[in-house]
């Protein structure tokens, strides 16, 4: 059994929003998935980490769901700014039992363990949001606080943090997260969102507690992230 992560799937099986427009990078990027996935067991678990399918609602998305629960190995999914078929965690988890997805599960406002590890996360928030004008203050409040739920449902083990925003980029941090997760010392956190010639700007590295990993499809060539076995 082994642990892996990977953001920004952006799948669009209905065909409604493909990809490849976006560069090499992305070209084929569905079948590089199916490839890279082929190579892992049934008792593995995977951390999808935001901005997994461009479709409106659960039912757009479903062509979506139904390709990744015939991965290998359990997922986990984490929103992104893009998922906007996300609805309640209770909604969700119907959704997939009704179709018979047995390999999907929700990481929202709590964790799920992994050996002597917690896995935690939120979706986050950044700043481009703010420049956007939505920002009131309340979403990242809100963000802080799932974090923090989440973190706290880690029953002291060793905590793995996941988000979908960075919390920390070349020239920006956000403060209210970073404490957050330097307060619990999140062993590690891996984050996505960024693409193209964003990638140049990630942060990956050491800073106080925590070591901190890009980990966008297009970054990682749509081969997820082995952590730990």
């Given amino acids: 059994m082994s642990l892996y992560v ?50 409106m609602s659960l039912e757009e998305s479903l062509p979506d769901f139904a390709f990744l629960d015939a991965l290998p190995g359990r997922k986990l999914l984490l929103k992104g700014n893009h998922d906007y078929w996300w609805t309640t965690a209770g909604k969700m988890k119907s959704f997939f039992a009704g179709h018979g997805f047995t390999t999907l599960d929700i990481l929202h406002n709590n964790c799920f363990f992994y050996g002597d590890y917690a896995l935690c996360g939120t979706r986050g928030w950044f700043y481009e949001e703010d420049a956007a004008g939505t920002h009131t203050g309340k979403m ?32 920006y941090r956000c403060p209210e997260l970073l404490d957050t997760i330097d ?18 700007r990630a942060f990956e590295g050491k800073r106080a507690f925590t070591e901190y990993f890009l980990i966008s499809g297009d970054y990682l060539g749509f081969v997820p992230k082995k952590i730990m076995d």
Avoid at 11 to 19: D, I
Avoid at 144 to 171: D, M, N, V
Avoid at 183 to 200: D, K, Q, S, V
């Fill in 140 to 171: 990242l409040a809100r963000e802080t606080l799932r974090l923090e739920a989440s973190f706290r449902a880690s029953e002291g083990r060793p905590i793995l943090c996941f988000l979908h925003y960075p919390p920390i980029y070349q020239g």
């Fill in 6 to 55: 990977i953001g920004d799937l952006h799948l669009s099986l209905s065909g409604e929003k493909p990809m490849d427009v976006f560069g090499p990078l992305w070209e084929n990027h569905v079948e590089r998935l199916r490839e890279a996935f082929s190579h892992l067991n049934g008792d593995d678990v995977t951390v999808l980490a935001g901005d997994t399918s461009w479709g």
């Fill in 183 to 200: 307060r619990w010392h999140a062993e590690r956190c891996f984050y996505g969102h960024l693409h193209g010639i964003t990638h140049r």
